[in-house]
């Protein structure tokens, strides 16, 4: 049986429905090593400012159970350089590149979206309103559905034709209230899960384990909780979405998919399977045949409730 590993997500072709997540595989080049990165569905690529950030102190990771805290605080190159020395050597035009998008304000992030409108090595922007470890920016647009709504307006005026993404914060009451305040703002596309605010301990010296006090959790501790919110989301909205939160195998991309994710990004588990996103491209047709799918417009959405 042959199949067809192919999704469109609004407008967004992508070869399999097999992205990294943001902040968890570098700016892609530092993976590959561990595999051919024009393999990939997309590369979401770390999240990036305008200017360089040095992100916050160490520790800013630390174990949990089933999961990882972590405290960076969005250090990154800036967008500038990431053009000049990460993009062109990024298989761009065999991958989609999606660039993560950072800023303390509406202004940047326009601002951010206008200089990458006319990069051609650029796939789409996703638009990060919802890090728990930055004092300003980040989770405070994604917790607001009024700042939210107007981040992405702004966006959305100066990215072209460029679709955007963007990606939800768990740490709210009602997960339905950002999203719809979002797609009614022009969201081509959202992406959830990022991290849940968390805290990690350590009795012996008395200090919190992260430098940072706080931190946001990820790994398969968070996933029943992702696809809660991923199917939330599906159900209520005509949105591709793009489900994130504890991938770790070949069955936990294909739960997001039935929910009705309609692509997915590997995260945290990069960090101790740096192959694994690589792993589960290869593995795809072996599941879509066992399944007795030939594509994924037969599976998408389709959980049985
Ligand atoms: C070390 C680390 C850095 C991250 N950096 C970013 C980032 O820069 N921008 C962003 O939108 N999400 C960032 N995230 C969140 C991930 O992209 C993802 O949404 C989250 O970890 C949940 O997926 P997972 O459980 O598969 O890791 C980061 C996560 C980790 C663990």
Known sequence: MSVDTRVNLGGLQLKNPILTASGTFGYGLEFAQFGHLKELGGIVVKGLSLKPRQGNPCPRIVETPCGMLNAIGLQNIGIENFLKYKLPYLPFQETAIVVNLYAQSEEEFAALASLLKKEEGIAALEVNISCPNVKQGGIQFGQNPVLAAKVIEGVKKNAGTKPVIVKLSPNVTDIKEIAKAVIDAGADILSLINTLGGMAV??????????????????????????????????????????????????????????????????????????LSFELVHQLPEIMRKLGISGFQEWIGRLKT
């Open 202 to 275: 350590d009795i012996w010296t008395r200090k919190p384990a992260l430098k940072n006090v706080f931190g946001g959790l990820s790994g398969p501790a968070i996933k029943p909780i992702a696809l809660k919110m991923v199917y939330e989301v599906c159900s209520n909205f005509n949105v591709p979405v793009i489900g994130i939160g504890g991938i770790s195998c070949i069955e936990d991309v294909l739960e997001f998919m039935l929910v009705g994710a309609g692509a997915v990004q590997v995260g945290s588990a990069n960090f101790k399977r740096p192959s």
